[in-house]
């Protein structure tokens, strides 16, 4: 295929050799396989903020850290040299956070470095070797479910523990590889400390994957992780292992449940009519 502008210089700089095809283009960054040397990977090429449709920066950014006194006052008055900088700093979450996570052992893909402003990562795949697919876009039995579950709440807890939140986890920003789910996409990573939407964020995340998989494992939507891990973590108590329950008991004198169980309600009457039709096409077998 021929080559993408953004990726012409790391094909000149000798990074990559070949842009092998398209993987994916979002609102944020298109992505392409490539190959480098023996070695098949991904290329995310970013976006300029001219051409992103993503609305809520500003949420998204509150708690990061700008790298000097300058750039600070540059972002706050929104001056061309401030957007430049606040643009930088967009693109650079992703590949800190990436670095960050893989660290502390969060199942994300690996990263080989950021060129040009283009992060090389590993291309994850499944069993056969193929592009792995989505978690949105497989059907699990319940007991995979249930597994793809508790895998998925422990990389949340062990990124609360490095102080961050996806910020938007969904079963389209997950893989399904041959060892199980790998989580993707972290340009708008939140900061768990200093956002003060960053419990509603975190609670969102839980949710969108607790839907998803509570449609071939219903009783997941009874659970209650992402309000049991926040409690942890405002105590001071959290830690990458700690043993959770799925159990809470809410405040309800402050708390609209009805608010907080939005995601799921939806989702449970949807696992309700499956199981249902599950059921009617086993007596129909018998």
């Known amino acids: 295929m021929k080559t993408p502008q953004g990726l012409q210089a790391l094909i000149d700089d000798g990074v990559i050799d070949q842009v092998l095809r398209p993987l994916k283009s979002g609102k944020e960054a298109a992505v392409y396989v490539v190959r480098s040397g023996e070695d098949v990977r991904c290329a995310k090429v970013y976006k300029d903020m001219a051409q992103r449709s993503f609305q809520q920066r500003v949420q998204y950014q509150e708690g990061r850290k700008v790298r000097g006194s300058r750039e600070a006052r540059a972002v706050g008055k929104a001056s061309k040299y401030g957007r430049k900088q606040q643009e930088t700093a967009w693109k650079n979450t992703e590949v800190e956070a990436l670095y960050q996570l893989r660290d502390a052992g969060v199942r994300v ?50 990124m609360l523990c490095c102080g961050l939140i996806h910020g938007d986890l969904s079963p389209y920003n997950v893989l399904v590889g041959p060892d199980g789910p790998v989580v993707i996409d972290f340009p708008q990573v939140v900061s768990a400390g200093g956002n003060n939407a960053a419990r509603s964020m975190l609670l969102r995340d839980v949710n969108n994957l607790t839907a998803y998989l509570g449609r071939f494992a219903p009783e997941l939507l009874d659970s209650w992780y992402g309000e049991e891990m926040w409690a942890l973590f405002e105590a001071g108590e959290l830690l990458p292992d700690s043993p959770l329950t799925g159990t809470f008991v809410h405040d309800e004198s402050t708390i609209d449940l009805d608010s907080v169980r939005h995601a799921i309600n939806d989702a449970r009457e949807e696992a309700l009519i499956r199981q249902q039709g599950r059921e009617a096409a086993e007596e129909n077998e018998d």
């Open 109 to 158: 893909p690996e990263p080989y470095g950021y060129y040009h402003g283009v992060l090389v990562m590993e291309l994850v795949t499944d069993a056969e070797g193929f592009s792995a697919p989505r978690l949105g876009e497989v059907e699990l039995p319940p007991e995979q479910a249930r597994a793809f579950h508790q895998i998925l709440v422990r990389q949340v807890v062990r």
